[in-house]
């Protein structure tokens, strides 16, 4: 540890480590596995750069899903004149060369990659001539389908530690409960010993919470607390930043306010990032994509303007105030009209189960390439079949970890744009007479100055294997011959003993079951969003609250934290959810006459609840048309029950939908007040001190 002590001082620049920094950091360089949970802020990134400085040879491997995350952290350590690099897709073709290059001659310290990097056919050749001596896994919940932010990509990370012979593996977190905790170390072989963590109570921050039902509402209240001080405002909405940006701008706060959400362009991401990095008075108003990598230890406030969705999205984005230990302000507003849209978010990702079903077919009947794997474009299937991207990530993780029927192995591009770096370079690939080589070019595209390889055409012409032949151009590329750019990605999945089931019934039965759990998912969604209106109105200290639920039980005092809401009123606050009312009949008929499908009640009920879908867009029944979102105020599960019982009516067939004239709707349009009907069945009652009546 002596040396790593010594890197922390002269490197970084700390006389100290916190936390469990070192003890973790001890652990590793003892060649054991670890998992550290630190709150936002708490240092998680030392405990897997100090080692990569300190073990003599090999790489250190960081998986992280955030490319400007990635990039801040390279930033840094390039600054601090340590080798590190990220190898995502905005690099440049040089820049990329250069990194792999790097890596290839054992110069690169650490190297930073997307979880979904893994499936390179490029990286894993790459990384197959690198030893990986420790390899670090950012955001590690992913891997937990206990999980709020699963990811079915983050499976794969055991598979290549396992595969490439990692030496020791580190996981790390902000936001884990035990259950999560427990899939991380049952994925990682971590032994209890080898859990670090630190209660997510942090004394110096108050817990706030505010209610309010309009946005007018809200910024009444905001204003006055907007001091001279660094703040983040969340929002939920990309619209919804740009919207109270201007209100904020045209209360007096031009000089100050700045937005940010992932639809700007990445230059005024990044312009915004570092005036607000360098500022100790503005006021960024954000969606979620702001705040990864922010390590600015004097932000005063960080305010919920709208609520979050989940109490791990909440505990993380309040961990960003007061790091320099001072008191800061963390303040939720709860306003009726926002859960709809929570609510949504959750809904969205359910598709029909006849689609699952015709999606299981084509999977069920494809034949095996000459390889013996299947391969897919789910880009296309997510069109095809009317279900999201992440859910069929979801689903094809289903067929391999529960069924056994296929196993994930790495994907594969189609094409390959092919650019000699010089004249004497384009010689040299023209002086491969190998049969891969010889066959690339017999039938590759020439453009001019490039050329276009569709490498399973040119199996199939030439009778070569397909993965031969991308090798082939990767090898041209590592050797410094060319720049290539692949595209048209395709999923791999090698068949596996168990063979999947052809017949029809056998795949209702599997669609059943798997829209079973894409219907649980849904509703353990919506009920994080009552886990967060629970801790917010709940007659108990907050920060007591969210340590429990994170397994931090007996971190806060017993007399409370003596900030929250709760310790300083001695009372949760009394909230009421907007009223869900019953099916209105004219908009009910509004949407059918809208839209003539009547094969998918889900799509119907989607379309007037305000949730996308591929084949909604493709309808343009989605964002753009004016009664997308016009029934937002009725219980979700309500029009789906209507809608089916229309779709019965004519045995689940669809008809052409008539022309309609499309404008796109604004965010204040999608609120509607009307109570017609009365109240129907209500997902959330109300909230008054905690307890629901």
């Not at 509402?217 to 983040?232: D, Q, T, Y």
């Not at 004097?298 to 960003?320: A, C």
């Not at 052809?502 to 079973?516: C, V």
């Amino acid at each position: 540890m002596d040396k790593a002590r010594q890197v922390l001082k002269d490197v970084f620049g700390f006389p100290n480590f916190r936390l469990s920094q070192e003890q973790a950091i001890s652990r590793l360089l003892a060649d054991d596995n670890a998992l550290v949970v630190f709150p936002t802020g708490g240092g998680k990134s030392l405990v897997y750069q100090i080692p990569a400085l300190c073990l003599e040879s090999g790489i250190t491997l960081v998986i992280s899903p955030l490319i400007s995350l990635m990039k801040d952290q390279v930033s840094s350590l390039v600054s601090r004149g340590v080798k590190a690099a990220s190898l995502d897709s905005t690099l440049s073709a040089d820049m990329a060369s250069w990194v792999k290059k790097e890596v290839m001659s054992g110069q690169m310290k650490l190297l930073y990659v997307a979880p979904d990097r893994l499936n390179n056919e490029n990286f894993l050749e790459m990384m197959s001539h690198v030893k990986v001596n420790l390899l670090a896994v950012d955001e590690a919940h992913c891997i937990s389908q206990w999980g709020a932010s699963f990811r079915p990509e983050y499976l794969k990370i055991a598979r290549f530690c396992e595969e490439q012979d990692v030496e020791r593996v580190l996981c790390l977190t902000a936001t884990a409960t035990p259950e999560v905790v427990n899939d991380i170390c049952r994925s990682f072989f971590i032994k209890k010993e080898g859990v670090f963590r630190t209660p997510v109570f942090r004394p110096n921050l108050a817990l706030r919470v505010e209610v309010a039902d309009t946005l007018d509402a809200k910024l009444n209240i905001l204003v006055p607390m907007l001091k001279e001080e660094p703040i983040i405002v969340y929002v939920t909405l990309q619209k919804q930043a740009e919207t109270v940006a201007e209100a904020l701008a045209l209360r007096g706060f031009r000089d100050r306010v700045l937005v940010y959400h992932a639809g700007l362009p990445a230059p005024q991401r990044q312009e915004v990032q570092d005036k607000f990095m360098s500022s100790e008075r503005h006021v960024v108003v954000c969606t979620i994509a702001f705040g990864m990598g922010i390590d600015k230890s004097s932000i005063r406030q960080v305010i919920h303007l709208f609520m979050p969705k989940t109490l791990e999205n909440y505990s993380q984005e309040i961990g960003r105030a007061g790091r320099d230990g001072l008191r800061s302000t963390c303040t939720m507003f709860l306003s009726a009209p926002d859960i709809p849209i929570l609510e949504g978010f959750s809904r969205g990702d359910t598709c029909a189960k006849r689609d699952l079903q015709l999606w299981l077919q084509e999977v069920a009947m494809k034949a095996p390439g000459k390889d013996g794997t299947l391969d897919f474009n789910l880009y296309e299937q997510s069109k095809q079949y009317d279900i999201r991207s992440n859910v069929l990530g979801l689903s094809y993780a289903s067929l391999e970890l529960e069924y056994g029927f296929i196993r994930a192995i790495t994907p594969f591009y189609t094409t390959y744009e092919i650019s000699p770096r010089g004249s004497s370079e384009r010689a040299s690939v023209f002086k491969d007479r190998t049969k891969e080589g010889v066959a690339i070019r017999k039938y590759w595209r020439d453009k001019g100055d490039k050329f276009e390889s569709n490498v399973v055409d040119t199996a199939a012409s030439s009778g070569l294997d397909r993965s031969d032949l991308a090798k082939t151009i990767s090898r041209w590329e590592f050797s410094g011959y060319v720049q290539i750019k692949p595209s048209q990605v395709r999923a791999r999945y090698a068949l596996l003993d168990n063979p999947m089931p052809k017949s029809g019934d056998a795949l209702k039965q599997i669609a059943t079951k798997m829209f079973a759990e894409l219907r649980k998912r849904e509703e353990d969604g919506v009920a994080k969003i009552k886990e967060v209106l629970n801790l917010a109105t709940d007659d108990d200290c907050i920060p007591r609250s969210l340590s429990n639920y994170f397994g931090g039980e007996d971190t806060v005092p017993d007399e409370g934290c003596g900030l929250c809401s709760f310790c300083t009123t001695g009372q949760g606050v009394t909230f009421t959810p907007q009223p869900i009312v019953a099916v209105d009949r004219r908009r009910l008929s509004a949407i059918l006459g809208a839209c003539g499908e009547r094969d998918d009640p889900r799509l119907l009920a989607r379309m007037a609840f305000g949730i996308t879908s591929p084949r909604l867009t493709a309808l343009k029944c989605s964002t753009s048309h004016p009664l997308f979102g016009s029934m937002v105020d009725t219980d979700f599960n309500a029009l789906l029950h209507h809608f089916d019982e229309e779709c019965k009516k004519v045995g689940y067939k669809s008809a052409l939908p008539p022309p309609v004239t499309a404008t796109k709707r604004t965010y204040s349009q999608t609120k509607t007040t009307s109570s017609r009907g009365g109240r129907g069945g209500s997902s959330y009652g109300s909230y008054k001190r905690g307890r629901r009546f």
